[in-house]
């Protein structure tokens, strides 16, 4: 099965967690990710790099931006379930994503990862190829997240009568307003109070900064646009029912010695902010 654009998208940042895993002091092991990624996720980062986004330029390893969002959110994770009651894990865009093999989980934890067929087609062969073995009982859910998503996840077993932890990690900017208030209409409908939210997105002013312009056009090229994105994270979440914290990468909770460049307020406009956002409902 032919992968989309945006869902080989998914192996580019395989190939960064590759990257990072094989660094000298890598700040996570992703054994899994140099198979998944395949020689079009290594093919994407070459193109994407010569497209010089301004935090990746100087860079010849992995994105300083892809390896400290990885890493925050496996802290943010199981930081959110260790200190709640919370037993069930949501992986919203799951790709290529390996958390439930890589991370140690309670041994009651149910692991959900939707994502299109074709991504998991793809992620299930390898994963079997290498003898993957999950540390805890994941579920694979096929759906598009632009349609009704929540029936198939009930279905594989999702206890909508108790909180959760969902995760949305690189997928709201290659949605479109409409899509991604769709998202959150459902998500609220599967998000008992008490759960807890997770997501990336740049600001929105910059999609159209002159700086970014290489980029951006590099990703339209690939099938794959930004055409998303939020300027106030938390207004914009508190308006769908959630309490959020709004992190920047290089700020002490999302730095962890990585992050090269100056950390620019969050609302300093035209410097393509990206938000690294946790949430309670
Ligand atoms: N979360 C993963 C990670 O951080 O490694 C994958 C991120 S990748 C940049 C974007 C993912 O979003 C792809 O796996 C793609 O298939 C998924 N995606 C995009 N639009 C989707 C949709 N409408 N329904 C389901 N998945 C979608």
New binding site residues.
């Given amino acids: 099965m032919t992968m989309t654009p ?2 080989k ?2 192996l ?3 190939a960064n967690r590759a990257l990072e895993t094989e660094s000298n002091e890598p700040l996570y092991r992703d054994p899994f990710a140099r198979e998944l990624a395949g020689q079009t996720g290594f093919d994407m980062i070459s193109i994407m790099k010569a497209a010089k986004h301004r935090y990746d330029m100087n860079t010849t390893g992995p994105s300083p931006y892809i390896t400290i969002r990885t890493k925050f959110f496996d802290d943010a994770l199981l930081n959110a379930l260790n200190a709640s009651a919370i037993q069930q894990v949501v ?1 919203l ?5 390996a958390r439930a093999f890589r991370l140690d989980w309670p041994s009651n934890l149910v692991f959900f990862e ?3 067929d074709e ?1 998991f087609v793809h992620k299930e062969a390898v994963l079997g190829h290498l003898q993957a073995r999950p540390k805890c009982d994941r579920r694979i859910v096929s ?4 349609e009704q998503w929540t029936t198939a996840l009930v279905k594989e077993g999702f206890d909508q009568d108790r909180p959760a932890a969902f995760l949305m ?3 709201l900017a ?2 479109d307003a409409d899509s991604v208030a769709h998202l959150f209409s459902q998500l609220n409908m599967m998000a008992h109070p008490g759960s807890w939210l997770g997501f990336d997105i740049s600001d929105a002013d910059t999609l159209a900064s002159p700086r970014l312009t290489q980029y951006l056009k590099q990703l339209e090229m690939l099938g794959s646009p930004w055409i998303f994105g939020i300027n106030d994270p938390k207004t914009y979440l508190a308006k769908h029912g959630w309490r959020g914290i709004v992190t920047q990468p290089g700020e002490p909770d999302a730095d962890y010695g990585r992050w090269p460049y100056p950390t620019i307020p969050h609302r300093i406009t035209g410097h393509h902010s990206r938000f690294l956002v946790t949430a309670n409902k």
């Fill in positions: 945006v869902g998208t998914s580019w940042i395989a992986i865009a799951a790709g290529m994503d939707v994502d299109r991504v759906a598009d997240l632009t990690e690189g997928l290659y949605l």
